[in-house]
């Protein structure tokens, strides 16, 4: 079975810092990989994805993603946050190759932007 | 942009009650689906639709439960008895060919349902 694993459910950084949010999966056969994002009262965005291809993904408001097979890894980045950026990130996995149409979560990562 | 909605934003019901929870998906997507979270946890799968059939669905997922294109547009999740841990957020999403396709889930804001 698959599962996703976020290291920290509250990350916090100052505005124009590193953003760094942390995702580990378990997959037997090589996954699509998610990060959407939540801001209060609202549903979730996709940020980026993994499908095939360059394991260097650019998404929307400047994150990007690297998938890394050798360490089961697609961390989350931003050179420089937000204050916009504050929101709850969920990594998620599926699973192309089984046939599913299912998407496995992570617990989320709270993020929170100090000025 | 084209999205997902959903209704009603959030409902309150008394434990053993129906509820209806309805979702307008993208106009040209093909696959349906309900995503719950209950306060504090994790985004769990609950059902995929497709072709006016039931795909896929989770253990959570038990006879209390059903869905169904009524027509054209709605995807509709009916919980038959409403229980107490029922209450969380419903999501509704959609996607053109398929997430095996690679493609996009395009989610709704939700659905928040509370039983008392």
């Known amino acids: 079975a698959q599962s996703v694993t976020q290291l920290g459910s509250h990350v916090s950084v100052s505005e124009g810092a590193l953003v760094l949010l942390r995702c580990n999966y378990s997959s037997s056969v090589p996954p699509y990989l998610f990060w959407y994002v939540q801001y209060p009262n609202q549903g979730l965005q996709l940020l980026l994805k993994?499908?095939?291809?360059?394991?260097l993904v650019k998404g929307i408001n400047g994150f990007e993603a690297e998938f890394k097979k050798s360490e089961t890894s697609f961390h989350l980045t931003k050179p420089s946050a937000h204050m916009s950026d504050a929101a709850e990130y969920f990594c998620?996995?599926?699973?192309?190759?089984?046939?599913?149409?299912?998407?496995?979560f992570g617990k989320g990562t709270k993020l929170t932007v100090n000025p | 942009e084209p999205e997902v909605t959903q209704t009603p934003s959030h409902q309150v019901t008394q434990m053993g009650q129906e509820v209806i929870l309805r979702c307008v998906p993208i106009?040209?997507?093909?696959?349906f689906y309900w995503y719950r979270q209950i306060l504090g946890q994790k985004v769990e799968f609950l059902v995929s639709?497709?072709?006016?059939?039931?795909?896929?669905k989770s253990e959570i997922f038990d006879d209390q439960f059903s869905v169904e294109r009524p027509d054209g547009s709605n995807f509709t999740l009916k919980i038959r008895s409403t229980k107490l841990e029922d209450s969380a957020m419903y999501f509704c999403?959609?996607?053109?060919?398929?997430?095996?396709?690679?493609?996009?889930?395009?989610f709704g804001e939700g659905s928040w349902l509370t039983v008392v």
């Open positions: 993994y499908t095939t291809g360059a394991t």
């Open positions: 998620a996995v599926s699973n192309p190759q089984g046939g599913s149409e299912k998407l496995v």
């Open positions: 106009s040209n997507h093909l696959y």
């Open positions: 999403a959609s996607t053109r060919q398929g997430l095996i396709s690679g493609n996009t889930i395009y």
């Open positions: 639709f497709y072709n006016n059939e039931i795909s896929e």
